[in-house]
């Protein structure tokens, strides 16, 4: 299935605000009022980094407020596109295509949306845990959130009860606190209030404390390096849970043209296909992408 036709807004975004967070992490508010009004969480924005680099780079959707008209984005400086992304100040404008791709697509029958999310996969997830809380019942979704380098993001004590959460995960979001979505966060790098350890460990264990008929209403979305996915996976095909992945890939165009970012995937009658995870994707039934 590609993504819908005439959705993408060409604009020139205005910097608002850029932070600089530990270990090469930048947090990015553009005002962009055309990408806020359609973008949905999972979708991606297309920028154009600096006048003098022709080719733009994806950068995931973290929030949208379309009455403000601002999209937030997590990027990590990686080369020079995002080097000189970096660079750019509020008040400057950049060259901005979106909302590009196909969405997560959560469903009410399963109101119990597990959402994890690792690195620079963090943004998609958190961007649906704070949509689905601010649309308030049926949703009840759960944040499980793994980082090596430090969380770009301001952290506070998890009051909101988890079951089945280990006694040394203590720390949050604060904006997860403060939006009420029960939340985790894990790391091998021994950061302190994080679960030494996967995402999918602290999953397990949630889980492992639902009856048969409440686990029968989770959902998972997930995004994050491609292993953290394929373990995301193989999690949910165990206990028999639908799964939505966000992917991440290396882009060229953007928007369908090039074929540059294709991955494979199982079609309905089991045979191999190509999809494109700009406008296929990004996000993917887990059952059908070919693990590799």
Sequence with gaps: MGGARGTIA???????EHEAWPEGQHRLVLRAPRCAARAAPGQFA????????????PLSLMGADPAAGTIELLYKVVGLGTARLAAR????????LGPIGRPFAPAPERPRVLL???????????FLAERLAA??????????????????????????PLP??????????????????PARLASLRGHPG????????????????????????VLVCACGPHPMLAAVARLAARHGLPCQVALEEHMACGVGGCAGCTVAVRAGDGALAMRRVCVDGPVFDAAEVVWR
């Design 10 to 16: 060409l604009e020139d975004a205005e910097v608002l």
């Design 46 to 57: 297309h920028l154009r980094c600096d006048p003098m680099l022709p080719m733009r780079r």
């Design 89 to 96: 100040r509020p008040g400057e404008r950049l060259s901005l």
């Design 116 to 126: 994890l999310g690792g690195g620079v996969g963090i943004p998609p997830v958190l």
């Design 135 to 160: 649309q308030g019942p049926p949703w009840r979704p759960v944040a499980l959130l793994g980082s090596e380098a430090p969380f770009p993001f301001a952290l506070a004590e998890a009051r909101e």
């Design 164 to 181: 089945g959460a280990p006694p040394a995960a203590t720390a949050t979001l604060a904006r997860l606190e403060h939006a009420g979505v």
């Design 194 to 217: 994080c679960h030494r350890g996967y995402v999918t460990e602290l999953a397990e264990a949630w889980l492992e404390t639902l009856a048969p008929a409440e686990r029968g209403r």
